[in-house]
């Protein structure tokens, strides 16, 4: 069997074990098109890998800063995948991307500070940011040429400017940053002495039309205020498994992020399993991601091409992720009630645009996740036609 045909979704496990608005939280008969997680199964390296771990019969504590090999894979792929050279001592495993985002808000961000968040972008940046107590300040997003457009990006920064939140490649917009962007950020971080998070766990879903660029990959000197974070969960498909990392070039920087991880103190921390997972992941499987971000490139292009044919909405080309992120104001309704009369009436459910999940910036426009089987995205897709379908006859 192909690893991403129709046939290697198993509906009858992923209704059982698959939440976060997936199939085990929808009502039955819905399609979630919702969190970016993968409907296929993981590749069999890591199945083996856990496997071999568990039988041994042991699940000992593991060192507080991860196990060596991990963190050495980590340094390897880092380097071989994305020409980021960061040494394997500067590299802390932990239980998720979105816990080390809440880590290196934490360890830099105090009340009082301000720190800039991209509109629209992943909730995770505020939340995480907010929950350190900083004052969250916007910055429209404003689309040129394809690029973003930074040319007025330093009105938004002030004396309380502290942290500054990256998303390479961009969730929901699906873009990647040309490297010169990514100087001109660096510069800025060094210029006004702020911190920049930056998230690159969406760095191995890139397109074959596009290239990613990663700031670290700048090197040191350019990078003496960025905290980097990458996750398993997109690329790999572990998301219940909860593994990342943080890792910077800047040694006083990282002695931080220990601290406020509480790994030290066994408080904080990533199982054994989530890294024996992670070390097959970045030793084995990279074959196994590269396929999938062509089923996904696929999907993309099919999705595309169905959404050109549909009323009431439009759809900018993602070059990276896999999620879409149409417009859909046309349908003049908010994305909300969009989502529920889908949901409702189409059974199709997706992720609304608005405050909630990616900012205000993001007003108007749904998310669709990609990461399913052909036939399951037709299904989803259909249903989703029929229901602009039927707005767009209602408004003759
Ligand atoms: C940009 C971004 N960062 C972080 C996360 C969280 O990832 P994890 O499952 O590793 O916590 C996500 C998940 O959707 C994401 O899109």
Not at 31 to 54: G, K, M, Q
Not at 80 to 89: S, T
Not at 253 to 259: M, P
Not at 271 to 290: E, F, N, P
Request: proline share 6%.
């Amino acid at each position: 069997m192909k690893l991403f045909s129709n046939e290697s979704v198993n509906l009858s496990v992923l209704k059982e074990r698959a939440y976060n608005m997936r199939w085990a939280e929808v009502p039955e008969g819905v399609i979630p098109l919702t969190a970016a997680d993968s409907d296929f199964p993981i590749a069999p390296e890591i199945i083996e890998a856990i496997c071999d771990y568990a039988k041994t019969g042991y699940f000992s504590y593991t060192p507080k800063l991860g196990f060596p090999e991990f963190r050495r894979s980590i340094s390897n792929a880092l380097k071989l995948r994305k020409n980021e050279d960061v040494p394997e001592n500067l590299i802390l495993p932990i239980d998720s991307a979105a816990r080390a985002m809440s880590i290196i808000a934490k360890a830099f961000l105090e009340p009082g500070d301000e720190a800039i968040v991209f509109d629209p972008v992943d909730f995770l940046f505020k939340t995480s940011m907010e929950a350190a107590g900083a004052k969250i300040v916007l910055f429209p997003m404003k689309i040129k040429d394809g690029r973003i457009d930074f040319s007025d990006l330093e009105k938004y920064i002030t004396p309380k400017t502290k942290m500054l939140g990256l998303c390479n490649p961009h969730n929901p917009l699906g873009m990647v940053y040309p490297l010169e962007d990514l100087e001109y950020l660096a510069e800025l971080s060094n210029k006004y002495g702020f911190y920049i998070m930056n998230d690159e766990i969406w760095s191995d879903i890139v397109y074959s039309d596009a290239k990613f660029n990663s700031i670290v990959s700048l090197g040191a000197e350019k990078n003496q205020r960025t905290l980097s974070v990458y996750g398993f969960s997109k690329s790999f498909g572990i998301a219940g498994l909860r593994s990342g990392c943080i890792y910077c070039q800047n040694p006083a920087l990282f002695e931080k992020i220990v601290e406020a991880s509480e790994v030290l103190s066994t408080i904080g921390g990533i199982s054994s399993l989530s890294q024996v997972a992670g070390m097959a992941c970045l030793d084995k499987c990279y074959y196994w991601v590269d396929e999938f971000t062509a089923q996904m490139q696929r999907n993309r292009d099919y999705a595309l091409e169905r959404i050109g044919k549909m009323p009431l909405i439009t759809c900018r080309k993602p070059a990276a992720t896999f999620v879409l992120f149409p417009d859909v104001s046309a349908t003049g309704m908010e994305p909300e009630k969009l989502t529920e009369f889908l949901l409702e009436k189409h059974k199709v459910a997706i992720v609304p645009g608005g405050e909630s999940f990616f900012g205000p910036g993001s007003a108007g426009h749904i998310r669709i996740c990609l990461a399913t089987s052909h036939a399951i995205l037709k299904e989803g897709l259909d249903r989703i036609e029929r229901g602009l379908h039927e707005i767009a006859e209602s408004k003759r």
